[in-house]
């Protein structure tokens, strides 16, 4: 795949159009509807499919993986109310695009993929995007325990449960948005660490991820 950074009126335009589409469909957070605004998502892409990279949907990116679809990654960006300057763990790098969607909030991110390929890719892919993140190659399932705690944690996979070495890894206060449920359909889950032991647990809609792999998962 030849990566060749070329962002012109057109995608531009179509961005445009991307952010009325998920305004439409309810994202109403304008801090996130202006970072998936200046995202170019069709660098994530083939040259062959950049016809598809503002269209409202997920895409093969390989490795049975998929590049998240912009309302998924609007809807789960929004649950974690981002601050400037908040350290943000990210479960499943992918392609990269929910990271720099997330850099676009101002967070310093740090983001594990346990999938050799697209760790590789990504290592190259988005620092030449001008993406600067904490890239990390292992089983994203138990966290990076040592870089915790967090201020927010994000998991872009459908996990069977929340792993309870997530949990320990949040700041108090902090929050944890992870898709749960079997492998077809997941509920998001917010998680609210109130205090060392106490934690709040917010059920809201259902999405369809791909699995959760490792050692606190399937």
């Not at 998502?41 to 990116?61: C, G, L, M, S, V």
């Not at 870089?147 to 309870?164: D, L, N, R, S, W």
């Not at 106490?198 to 809609?205: A, F, G, K, Q, S």
């Amino acid at each position: 795949m030849a990566y060749k950074f070329v962002d012109n009126y057109r995608e531009k335009g179509a961005r445009k159009q991307l952010v009325e589409i998920l305004r439409e469909r309810g994202i109403s957070d304008a801090k996130v509807l202006r970072a998936i605004g200046k995202v170019p998502r069709h660098f994530f892409f083939d040259e062959t499919f950049w016809n598809q990279a503002y269209k409202d949907i997920a895409f093969p990116i390989g490795d049975g993986q998929t590049i998240s679809q912009p309302y998924t990654v609007a809807y789960q960006t929004e649950l974690l109310h981002i601050q400037k300057g908040d350290k943000v763990l990210e479960i499943g790098t992918g392609s990269g695009y929910q990271t720099c969607v997330l850099m676009e909030l101002g967070a310093n991110v740090y983001t594990i993929e346990r999938q050799e390929n697209l760790y590789a890719r990504t290592i190259k892919v988005l620092p030449g995007m001008g993406y600067n993140a904490n890239f990390f190659l292992g089983d994203g399932s138990k966290g990076i325990e040592a870089h915790a705690p967090y201020a927010k944690i994000i998991v872009t996979a459908g996990a069977p449960f929340v792993p309870e070495i997530l949990l320990k890894q949040l700041k108090i206060g902090g929050i944890l948005v992870i898709p749960v449920g079997d492998e077809k359909s997941q509920k998001m889950i917010t998680v609210i660490r109130v205090s060392e032991n106490e934690y709040d647990r917010i059920e809201l809609d259902t999405f369809r991820f791909v699995p959760l792999v490792g050692d606190q998962a399937w």
